[in-house]
């Protein structure tokens, strides 16, 4: 954040400064002005980054959680029991319907998406536990508590992507080798962000319960979802 922060101003400056050179002297022209403007706008944003690595490290798992509900939320509200996922696209205007498309999920279909349903709630808690955990015994008082808090946001920053290609497979005509894979993907993702948690200063005895707790769910998620597609590979 402080570098891309930087960056910027450091680029407004450096735009300015090349108008204001190649304008006539004493001119003020309307480039200067836009130029200027990026400049204060860029001053802006540094006035506002968060006041240390923890701050930014919770700024940012505020954000990955963000997406996360989203997209739990956007396929709740698909799978809502006789609802067409595809219901909000227009109808085929010459056949009046959307073709021969198969457009709903299968019994067997419903049994799967339950498991990666249960993937996706762990990967909400698992965000919510972290960012709380964060903000309660965070701390940057040395070089390695740093590096954790570091570590922590770059392994966290892949669960939300993880999720949506989850949930993109998840639409019908379903490919369930497809979600298996993507299911994985995001298994590993949660288990590595639970290891870093456990393993790091923001994680003391007291803590231990969750972690281990949402581990299981994982594994007993990705487990079903296995013996659901073992017919698959």
């Known amino acids: 954040m402080v570098r891309d922060a930087t960056t910027e101003v450091v680029e407004g400056m450096i735009q300015l400064t090349e108008t204001i050179l190649s304008a006539p ?40 959680l963000g997406v996360v509900k989203d997209a739990l939320e956007e396929m709740e509200h698909a799978l809502v029991e006789g609802q067409d996922p595809y219901s909000d696209i227009m109808e085929d205007e010459e056949l009046g319907f959307r073709g021969n498309r198969d457009t709903y999920w299968s019994e067997a279909d419903r049994k799967l998406l339950s498991s990666c349903m249960g993937l996706m709630k762990a990967s909400k808690a698992c965000l919510k536990k972290v960012l709380g955990v964060v903000k309660a015994y965070g701390k940057v008082d040395s070089p390695e508590q740093i590096a954790q808090l570091d570590d922590l946001a770059d392994i966290a920053n892949e669960i939300s992507p993880s999720v949506d290609e989850l949930a993109l497979s998840m639409y019908p005509p379903m490919n369930q080798l497809a979600v298996r894979l993507n299911a994985a993907k995001l298994a590993s993702v949660l288990k590595k962000v639970l290891e870093i948690t456990k393993t790091s200063h923001v994680c003391p005895p007291s803590e231990e319960g969750w972690v281990q707790f949402l581990t299981g769910a994982v594994d007993h998620n990705m487990n079903k979802i296995k013996n659901f597609t073992h017919g698959q590979l």
């Open 25 to 64: 002297l004493e001119s003020l022209s309307q480039d200067q002005l836009i130029s200027t403007g990026g400049v204060w706008e860029a001053c802006e944003q540094v006035s506002n980054l968060p006041r240390d690595n923890q701050a930014a490290v919770a700024s940012a798992l505020a954000a990955y």
